[in-house]
């Protein structure tokens, strides 16, 4: 289940935009949870953890009105299924990535397929892994917590009632702008940051796209459409290029590898180099198409 469209009506409050935005997320995490949990398909963790960081990217976007600690502890009980999910996720990506190399003139195709083996048993293992995780958090039970501290809104002894009860427009609007301020602030030249920076520049991106989906019907549908979609598409790049990082970050350690593996590797270290090329000439143009793209706020 992917994240459903965010139905904000003009008039709506700040407080009424908060519980709309927060059960949205949480919703998309339960949805996916029993498919996570018994399903092959590993679609239902991609999907699961999008839910739990579009949670943690509400608490942000919220974040002038709502106090800093607002929502922490459901956040923090979330927090161990949501490491083992991302896991599970890069294995899966990485075993993706080795069978579309199969499909293709691969010149080490034996190798390819002993690595592609050895891959999926990292892959089931840490299916394994996340299941036992999503157990031991009782996640059902953290999204009845969640629901009733969305009905208790304890936040309301440190937030006044007037800026509860205002509407959620002008809030809005300052959260897109710091948003993307900040993503402005990792320079012109994003293709040459280097590898932790660009990590940042992607979390940026990321909170700043959700944010706008949060808002978007605030505005009119066909400017925000666009400059999300705008974003969307810096994203997958961005999103292609972390994950030839995984992968080398993965397959780096090769010491208890047969020699067929590591020659698997090597070319696919090669083939990666070279996309990557094409990757960071990719970002370059579309950041600069973002960046001078007026902002639908």
């Not at 092959?40 to 949670?55: K, P, S, T």
């Not at 440190?158 to 993503?183: E, I, T, Y």
Request: hydrophobic share 45%.
């Amino acid at each position: 289940v992917k994240a459903a469209a965010i139905a904000l009506p003009p008039d709506a409050t700040v407080e009424d935009a908060f519980r709309t935005v927060v059960r949205a997320a949480l919703a998309q995490v339960a949805a996916n949870a029993s498919g996570a949990l018994d399903s092959l398909d590993l679609e239902y963790v991609h999907q699961m953890r999008v839910g739990m960081r579009r949670f943690r990217s509400s608490l942000i976007a919220f974040r002038s009105a709502m106090p800093r600690e607002t929502g922490a502890r459901i956040r923090l009980g979330l927090r161990d299924a949501g490491r083992a999910l991302g896991t599970t996720r890069d294995w899966d990506v990485l075993s993706q990535r080795i069978a579309a190399a199969g499909r293709t003139r691969f010149p080490e195709r034996a190798s390819l397929e002993a690595l592609k083996r050895r891959v999926l048993l990292r892959r089931t293992a840490s299916v394994r892994r996340t299941r036992r995780a999503i157990d031991a958090v009782d996640l059902a039970g953290a999204l009845r917590r969640a629901e009733r501290w969305l009905e208790r809104a304890p936040w309301r002894g440190n937030v006044p009632a007037d800026v509860l009860g205002s509407p959620v427009a002008p809030l809005a609007r300052r959260a897109l702008k710091r948003l993307r301020r900040k993503a402005l602030e990792c320079g012109e030249d994003v293709a040459a940051l280097p590898g932790d920076a660009r990590h940042q520049f992607r979390v940026r991106i990321k909170r700043l796209r959700y944010a706008c989906e949060f808002f978007a019907a605030l505005y009119p549908h066909r400017r925000a459409r666009k400059f999300i979609r705008r974003l969307q598409q810096l994203q997958d790049t961005l999103g292609e290029l972390n994950d030839i990082a995984v992968a080398r970050r993965l397959l780096g350690d090769t010491a208890a590898l047969p020699a067929r593996a590591k020659r698997a590797i090597t070319r696919l270290h090669q083939r990666d180099a070279r996309r990557e090329r094409q990757l960071l000439i990719e970002l370059d143009a579309k950041w600069k198409i973002l960046k001078a793209a007026d902002p639908f706020w």
